[in-house]
């Protein structure tokens, strides 16, 4: 079924297409469309999108007083593919523009982040600090594993940081193979474990890259048969995780799959106060001057960087918290929920 070759003609046709003077040329659009829907109706009888595509012309015709017989446009012409199911691979691995050609309808999206001691902020944006000492699921759904192990931040302290990321795509037959790819300390690479790229020799295999913002500092991961992307940051030592990661992605996992840090937050028995007690390494005063500096707004991003700095003694942990910052300035739709006040 080709149902969404002709949703991204349609789509393509229209995008410049707007207000009350667009009309013949809108007409001859959805006469291409429909043309486009015959054609694949024989293979397509049983797909729900392009059912509902052919009764969506209908009404439009009628809402815009198109005749049926008149002009179409030739198809857009497109680029050779790689192999002979190259057209609906592309299609499929744009998770964005397929969403849109079935709910017509941008897709949501949900950010989540795990920085310094770690502080997580989940796609619900509560905001936890955990002491979780070993390895964690941050995400664990259909398309992607996503696990943090964290070690002490300092000797005898109860404060811990990740020192490793482990994230795991998931093998999507119409788009990618597995990928590995694992950060450590002093080791962040610009490849998967299998020293690729990309998402390999599929036809959506381009819609998973690698970019190297920081050499050895600063990846990012472009995920878009799923709508998704990572970054990965090293700062002093310690390394941070965020994601903007399309809802249907976010959400897609099962009662079993209950143990995710970015879904539900520390468990409660891992969960730390901002305000730590006792003699720290830093005073609590030189730690609120430096954090300043950086993080002028007092929202929960710098209490974080206060009580990395003050449990840590190390200065560059200012660099963490606002690199979660502005990872979460990029990736939330919401400017309002950039800052959380507890």
Same mark, same amino acid.
């Given at each position: 079924?080709?149902?969404?070759?002709?949703?991204?003609? =349609?789509?393509?046709?229209?995008?410049?297409?707007?207000?009350?003077?667009?009309?013949?040329?809108?007409?001859?659009?959805? +006469?291409? %469309?429909?043309?486009?829907?015959?054609?694949?109706?024989?293979?397509?009888?049983?797909?729900?999108?392009?059912?509902?595509?052919?009764?969506?012309?209908?009404?439009?015709?009628?809402?815009?007083?198109?005749?049926?017989?008149?002009?179409?446009?030739?198809? +857009?012409?497109?680029?050779?593919?790689?192999?002979?199911?190259?057209?609906?691979?592309?299609?499929?691995?744009?998770?964005?523009?397929?969403?849109?050609?079935?709910?017509?309808?941008?897709?949501?999206?949900?950010?989540?982040?795990?920085?310094?001691?770690?502080?997580?902020?989940?796609?619900?944006?509560?905001?936890?600090?955990?002491?979780?000492?070993?390895?964690?699921?941050?995400?664990?759904?259909?398309?992607?594993?996503?696990?943090?192990?964290?070690?002490p931040v300092a000797k005898g302290s109860n404060a811990t940081v990740t020192s490793k990321l482990t994230i795991i795509f998931k093998?999507? /037959?119409?788009?990618?193979?597995? /990928?590995? %790819?694992?950060?450590?300390?002093?080791?962040?690479?610009?490849?998967?474990?299998?020293?690729? &790229?990309?998402?390999?020799? +599929?036809?959506?295999?381009?819609?998973?890259?690698?970019?190297?913002?920081?050499?050895?500092?600063?990846?990012?991961?472009?995920?878009? =048969?799923?709508?998704?992307t990572i970054a990965v940051r090293q700062a002093g030592r310690q390394l941070s995780f965020s994601i903007r990661a399309a809802e249907?992605?976010?959400?897609?996992?099962?009662?079993?799959?209950?143990?995710?840090?970015? &879904?539900?937050?520390?468990?409660?028995?891992?969960?730390?106060?901002?305000?730590?007690?006792?003699?720290?390494?830093?005073?609590?005063?030189?730690?609120?001057?430096?954090?300043?500096?950086?993080?002028?707004?007092?929202?929960? %991003?710098?209490?974080?960087?206060?009580?990395?700095?003050?449990?840590?003694?190390?200065?560059?942990?200012?660099?963490?918290?606002?690199?979660?910052?502005?990872?979460?300035?990029?990736?939330?739709?919401?400017?309002? /929920?950039?800052?959380i006040f507890q």
């Open positions: 079924c080709k149902i969404l070759r002709c949703n991204s003609e =349609y789509v393509a046709a229209t995008l410049h297409l707007r207000g009350p003077d667009r009309g013949s040329a809108f007409c001859t659009a959805l +006469r291409s %469309y429909s043309l486009c829907t015959r054609r694949t109706a024989r293979t397509c009888r049983g797909d729900l999108a392009f059912h509902s595509a052919v009764h969506g012309i209908e009404d439009l015709m009628i809402q815009n007083n198109c005749s049926k017989e008149g002009p179409t446009a030739p198809p +857009r012409p497109r680029p050779p593919a790689p192999n002979p199911h190259g057209f609906e691979s592309l299609d499929i691995c744009d998770y964005e523009r397929s969403f849109l050609y079935k709910h017509g309808r941008p897709p949501g999206f949900q950010h989540c982040a795990a920085f310094g001691d770690p502080h997580i902020r989940t796609f619900h944006d509560d905001f936890h600090t955990c002491r979780v000492e070993g390895s964690w699921p941050l995400l664990d759904n259909d398309y992607l594993f996503v696990q943090a192990t964290s070690s093998n999507m /037959k119409e788009c990618i193979d597995q /990928k590995v %790819y694992q950060a450590e300390l002093d080791n962040v690479p610009a490849a998967f474990q299998d020293g690729s &790229v990309n998402g390999g020799a +599929r036809p959506g295999g381009s819609s998973l890259v690698i970019w190297e913002r920081s050499p050895g500092r600063h990846v990012e991961i472009r995920a878009g =048969y799923i709508g998704t249907e992605v976010a959400q897609a996992f099962t009662e079993e799959q209950d143990l995710q840090l970015c &879904v539900g937050g520390c468990p409660h028995s891992q969960r730390m106060s901002r305000s730590p007690r006792g003699r720290g390494r830093v005073p609590a005063e030189t730690a609120r001057a430096v954090c300043r500096e950086m993080l002028p707004v007092e929202d929960v %991003y710098f209490q974080s960087c206060v009580f990395d700095v003050v449990t840590s003694g190390d200065t560059n942990f200012t660099m963490a918290a606002h690199g979660a910052l502005e990872d979460a300035r990029l990736f939330l739709s919401d400017a309002e /929920k950039l800052h």
